[in-house]
C-alpha cells in the first residue's frame, strides 16, 4: 500500500511532557532546529496523536499526566513506537520512588528505544529516532499478514461462482 | 450576544511543551472566562529533599526542578546554604558563577524569543534563533560538561575551573555569538510582519504590573523597576556592568524586546567577567551542619526566584520552599485574557515564557 510507503519516508512524531525538567523537551527542539535537524529524515513535529507514528515520552510519569499519557497512546494509530527519552522516563532517574511519580513510562505503556541521558544529548535522541523508524517498518511488516490477501482472493472467485450460478439459474429459468 | 463555546487549550498543544491546561469560556471569539490548571508535572521535590536526600545533595536535586533555569535554582540553594553556615566563597568562584548563570541566561532569552517568532508563525526567525542558540549551547558544554543540567555550582564553591584554552575559544565565539545577536535584536525590532503581530496586544500597565506582583521581563516591559541582580548582592553584578533595562510599553512587542537587550547586556558582562577573572581556589571545605534559617532571592531568566532553607543540626533538612518567578506571572495572564481575542492566546501565553516544571515542581 501507497501510505506504508509514505510512513517509511516520512513519519510523524508526537511529543509528550510527562512531568520532566524540560531539560529533554528543550534537546527536542534542538533536535528540531537547524544544527540536528531531525525534519532532513522527513520527521514533521505534529500535535495531533491521530496523524503521528512515533510517540516521543520525556520525564517520570506523574500521577495527572498518566492517563493523558495512556489516552495519546491509545489514540495513535497501528504502527506506532514509543521513545522514552532521558533517564527519568527511561527508569524515573532522580525523581524514583517520589510520592506522586510512577517511575518510568514502561510501568504504563510499552517501550520501544529507551534513549538514556540527563539530559539526553540531541545525537543520542536523533539515534533514538532512527532506531524507532527500523522497528516501525518491522511492526508495519507483522501487520500485514499473507493469509488476508488469500481469504480475499478466495472470496472474490466465490462471489464470481455465485454470479455464474445466479446466471444460470435464471437462465434455466 | 453569541453562543458561548468552551475550548481547551492543552494539556497537550503543540505551541506548549510542557503540560498546561486553559480552559476558555469564549463569545464570539472573545474570552469571556479562563480558568489554569497548572498541577500536571507536579513531583514533589520539596518533600524528597526534606526526607530522602542530605543537604549536600540537594543542590543537585533542586537543579532538576527545571532544566532550563537549573543553575539559579542551584545557585539559589547554595546561597542560601552558605550564608546559614558562614562560608565564605572565593572570588574566583563568585564569577565563575556569574558567567554561567549569564550564559544560562542568554539561552533561555534566545529560547523563548525563537518560540515567539515561531507562534507568531514566522517559522524562518526562528530557526535562525535557534542556529545561534546553539553557540550558546557549545560554550555551556565547553565551561561545564553538559549542555543542559550542569551541576556547576556545590557548596563551598564551583565544580569546575576555566582553563586558558577554555577561555579562549569563549572569547571567540562570545565575540561570534555578540554579532549574531545584535543581528537577531535588529530583526525583532524593525521586522515590519512581527510589528503588526505583537505591538498593542497583551498590554500589562504599570499599575497592574504593581498591583498583581509581576516579575522578570514582564514587569521590566510594563515600566516596573525590578530586577533582583540589582536589589539583592548574591553575587557581584555591579563590578562587571550591569544595567537594567526597562521599557513603558507593555506589550508582547516590548517584552521581547527586554530580552533581546538583556541578552546582550549579559554578552557584555561576560566579556568583563573574563576581563576581570580573579586568580585562587574556587572551591573551600566545608565543616558542620546547617543550623536556623535562611533564605535568598535569585534572578532566574524568568524573574525572582525565591528560596527559604531551615536546618536544625542534622543531615536533613527540615524546610525547604521554593516559590519560583511563572508562580507570581500566573494571576496577571488571568488577569489578561479575559476580554481578549482568542487568536493571541498563544502569543500572550508564550511571551511570558512559561516555566510549569518549576511552578508544579
Known amino acids: 500500500m501507497k501510505l506504508n510507503g509514505f510512513r517509511k519516508k516520512s513519519p510523524w512524531i508526537l511529543h509528550y511532557n510527562t512531568g520532566s525538567c524540560n531539560g529533554c523537551d528543550v534537546e527536542i527542539l534542538a533536535c528540531l532546529g537547524p544544527k540536528y535537524d531531525l525534519e532532513r529524515f522527513g520527521i514533521l513535529n505534529r500535535g495531533n496523536p491521530k496523524q503521528s507514528d512515533i510517540l516521543l515520552v520525556t520525564g517520570p510519569v506523574t500521577k495527572r499526566t498518566r492517563d493523558r499519557l495512556i489516552r495519546l497512546y491509545m489514540e495513535m494509530p497501528e504502527p506506532k513506537v514509543v521513545v522514552a527519552i532521558g533517564a527519568c522516563a527511561c527508569s524515573g532517574g532522580v525523581f524514583r520512588g517520589m510520592y506522586n511519580v510512577g517511575n518510568g513510562v514502561n510501568n504504563f505503556i510499552p517501550v520501544d528505544v529507551y534513549v538514556p541521558g540527563c539530559a539526553a544529548r540531541p545525537e543520542s535522541i536523533i539515534d533514538g529516532v532512527v532506531k524507532a523508524l527500523e522497528i516501525l517498518e518491522k511492526k508495519k511488516k507483522d501487520m500485514e499478514l499473507p493469509h488476508r490477501c488469500k481469504e480475499l482472493k478466495r472470496e472474490s472467485s466465490r462471489r464470481k461462482l455465485l454470479a455464474e450460478c445466479t446466471r444460470r439459474y435464471h437462465e434455466g429459468r | ?361
Open chain 2, 1 to 361: 450576544m453569541g453562543k458561548k463555546i468552551t475550548i481547551p487549550f492543552g494539556s497537550q498543544h503543540v505551541a506548549l511543551p510542557e503540560p498546561i491546561r486553559f480552559v476558555f469560556q469564549t463569545e464570539n471569539e472573545k474570552i469571556v472566562d479562563v480558568d489554569v490548571d497548572v498541577g500536571y508535572v507536579h513531583r514533589g521535590i520539596e518533600k524528597a529533599c526534606m526526607t530522602k536526600f542530605k543537604y549536600m545533595q540537594v543542590g543537585y536535586v533542586v537543579a532538576r526542578v527545571c532544566g532550563l533555569c537549573a543553575i539559579s535554582h542551584t545557585l539559589a540553594y547554595v546561597t542560601a546554604v552558605e550564608r546559614l553556615m558562614g562560608i565564605e566563597v572565593p572570588k574566583r568562584a563568585l564569577y565563575l558563577r556569574i558567567l554561567v548563570s549569564e550564559l544560562d541566561r542568554i539561552h533561555s532569552h534566545l529560547l523563548a524569543m525563537g518560540h515567539l517568532a515561531e507562534v507568531a508563525g514566522y517559522e524562518n526567525l526562528f530557526m535562525h534563533t535557534f542556529r545561534d542558540r546553539e553557540l550558546v549551547m557549545e560554550l555551556q558544554e565547553l565551561v561545564t560538561g553538559n549542555r543542559i543540567q550542569f551541576d556547576y555550582a556545590c557548596i563551598g564553591g564551583v565544580n569546575r575551573d576555566l582553563t586558558p584554552e577554555v577561555e579562549k575559544e569563549l572569547r571567540e565565539k562570545l565575540k561570534t555569538l555578540k554579532e549574531k545577536v545584535l543581528w537577531l535584536k535588529d530583526v525583532y525590532e524593525n521586522d515590519y510582519s512581527i510589528k503588526y503581530r505583537w505591538k498593542g496586544v497583551g498590554v500589562i500597565t504599570k499599575e497592574m504590573a504593581k498591583e498583581l506582583n509581576v516579575v522578570g521581563p514582564p514587569a521590566r516591559a510594563s515600566g516596573l523597576a525590578t530586577d533582583v541582580r540589582n536589589e539583592f548582592d548574591y553575587l557581584p553584578f555591579k563590578e562587571v556592568g550591569y544595567r537594567m533595562v526597562v521599557r513603558d510599553e507593555g506589550d508582547v512587542y516590548a517584552r521581547n524586546m527586554v530580552r533581546a537587550e538583556e541578552t546582550v547586556n549579559s554578552i557584555e558582562m561576560l566579556f568583563n567577567v573574563l576581563d576581570g577573572m580573579p586568580e585562587g581556589d574556587i572551591k573551600v571545605n566545608v565543616k558542620g551542619l546547617p543550623e536556623g534559617e535562611s533564605f535568598v532571592r535569585i534572578e532566574a531568566p524568568r524573574g525572582e526566584l525565591f528560596y527559604y532553607v531551615r536546618g536544625n543540626k542534622k543531615m536533613v533538612l527540615e524546610r525547604l520552599r521554593i516559590r519560583v518567578p511563572t508562580f507570581a506571572n500566573i494571576p496577571v495572564m488571568r488577569e489578561l485574557f479575559v476580554g481578549m481575542e482568542y487568536a493571541d492566546v498563544p502569543a500572550v501565553v508564550i511571551s511570558f515564557d512559561p516555566c510549569l516544571s518549576c511552578t508544579a515542581r
